[in-house]
């Protein structure tokens, strides 16, 4: 990267090329689930005796009248209640399908890790997270299931989480988009967000809800190098397949599977358990059952990026932590933010630090007093060395945070404070 822009072809690595995980699909037929029974008996007109004549009507006390006012008067608030709890149903029912105005928050997630601290058997694991992964199916240049990829199970309300690239073009061109279930059920999907940056998108199926099983969602934080992982997925079409490995690096910045944006890096968990094309959204899972991380690319030695290339022990997983931030904003608004300093950035040319080579008017490092030629050699005390490492590194922060930087300008260095803006991607 020394000396040029942030460019380059989808999932490159220095070294080895790293590419999305697509894979030609199997070719097989629709075998949707049967629709429930129709609801019970319907009530039908009766015939009876003629109504008796009203009784008299007492007359009430006097005392008994504010007793009469009072309960009106809850009454009135408990349907005022109740007419408001109807608004905010009717409201959700109305909203875009597969969103959720509460974010994850709205929807019922898995947090309690399937297995015990101490497990080491990877059988267990599988036993656990094989009915929560499932295969993904979409169109793809006019091909119908022309593009397979793997997805894990969000929720309860039916959303399945997978790479953006996997149904990218099928999002493009209105195609069709199927999920399989680990026992072959298939059902239609749409698209409720995505991101091409993160390379994430959320899928929802209404009718597939009563049958997907959440994924135990973990903590990618805590991961340690050479700790077990287990890699879940549909490789070259060959569904509910398992693979394990361990942890062979952490914060590994590495570009995602799509090629609209050229500077999509990520903060990537490095693993040499066996991913291959076909295993692109699909969950890695520490050793508790928890997903800590979503398959995204490998890095090859050969074949150009092409379907034919495969693993060599170098896959990335994108973060269960980004997985979060940008499932949450595409359940609340259909669409994923991320952060911004605004200014275009070189990698310097002694290979230390960043070098500012463009400032935007009306950016948030134009308004923190960034200029050209300022060399960014740490974000927050944490240094960055080139380009990609300053990307991943802001990217690990939230629209609208503070970050400092400490900046060469000439022979001085200064610290300069930036609120991050957003961008739709």
């Known amino acids: 990267m020394e000396g040029s822009r942030v460019s380059g072809p989808p999932s490159q690595v220095p070294g080895a090329p790293a590419v999305p995980l697509g894979a030609p699909a199997p070719s097989s037929g629709w075998a949707g689930a049967p629709l429930p029974p129709a609801g019970g008996p319907r009530a039908v007109p009766g015939y009876g005796y003629p109504p008796a004549p009203p009784a008299p009507r007492a007359k009430l006390a006097k005392g008994v009248w504010p007793v009469v006012c009072l309960v009106s008067l809850l009454l009135g608030l408990l349907g005022g209640a109740l007419g408001a709890m109807g608004y905010d149903t009717w409201q959700d029912e109305n909203t875009?399908?597969?969103?959720?105005?509460?974010?994850?928050?709205g929807v019922e997630t898995q947090e309690t890790p399937p297995l015990a601290k101490d497990n080491k058997s990877i059988e267990a694991v599988a036993a656990k997270l094989l009915p929560s992964t499932v295969q993904i199916i979409a169109d793809f240049e006019g091909e119908e299931g022309g593009a397979t990829g793997s997805g894990f199970v969000l929720d309860r309300q039916g959303h399945v989480v997978t790479n953006n690239h996997v149904i990218e073009d099928a999002a493009k061109k209105d195609g069709?988009?199927?999920?399989?279930?680990?026992?072959?059920?298939?059902?239609?999907a749409t698209v409720v967000g995505r991101s091409t940056v993160?390379?994430?998108?959320?899928?929802?199926?209404?009718?597939?809800?009563?049958?997907?099983?959440?994924?135990?969602?973990?903590?990618?934080?805590?991961?340690?190098?050479?700790?077990?992982?287990?890699?879940?997925?549909?490789?070259?079409?060959?569904t509910s397949t398992v693979t394990a490995g361990i942890v062979s690096a952490l914060n590994r910045p590495v570009t995602t599977g799509g090629t609209d944006d050229l500077n999509s890096y990520i903060n990537a968990i490095q693993t040499d358990a066996a991913i291959n094309p076909g295993n692109s959204g699909g969950p890695l899972v520490n050793l508790q059952g928890q997903v800590i991380g979503v398959n995204s690319a490998i890095a090859t030695t050969g074949g150009g990026g092409s379907s034919e290339s495969g693993n060599i022990g170098v896959g990335f997983a994108i973060p269960v932590e980004q997985v979060r931030v940008t499932a949450d904003q595409i359940l609340k608004d259909g669409e994923a933010q991320y952060p911004v300093i605004g200014a275009q950035v070189i990698t310097a040319d002694n290979g230390e630090g960043v070098r500012i080579d463009k400032v935007n008017p009306g950016s948030a490092a134009d308004k923190a007093g960034l200029k050209k030629d300022d060399v960014v050699v740490a974000i927050d005390d944490q240094p960055v060395s080139d380009s990609p490492s300053l990307i991943v590194a802001i990217r690990s922060y939230l629209p609208g945070e503070k970050v400092t930087l400490t900046v060469l300008r000439g022979d001085d260095e200064r610290s300069i404070d930036v609120t991050l803006d957003s961008q739709v991607g």
Do not use: C
């Open 96 to 105: 875009e399908p597969g969103r959720s105005r509460d974010g994850l928050a």
């Open 176 to 188: 069709r988009i199927r999920i399989v279930l680990h026992d072959g059920t298939r059902f239609d």
């Open 198 to 238: 993160y390379d994430l998108a959320v899928l929802y199926s209404k009718d597939a809800a009563d049958e997907l099983i959440p994924a135990a969602m973990g903590d990618s934080a805590t991961l340690q190098v050479g700790e077990g992982v287990v890699a879940f997925g549909s490789p070259l079409g060959l």
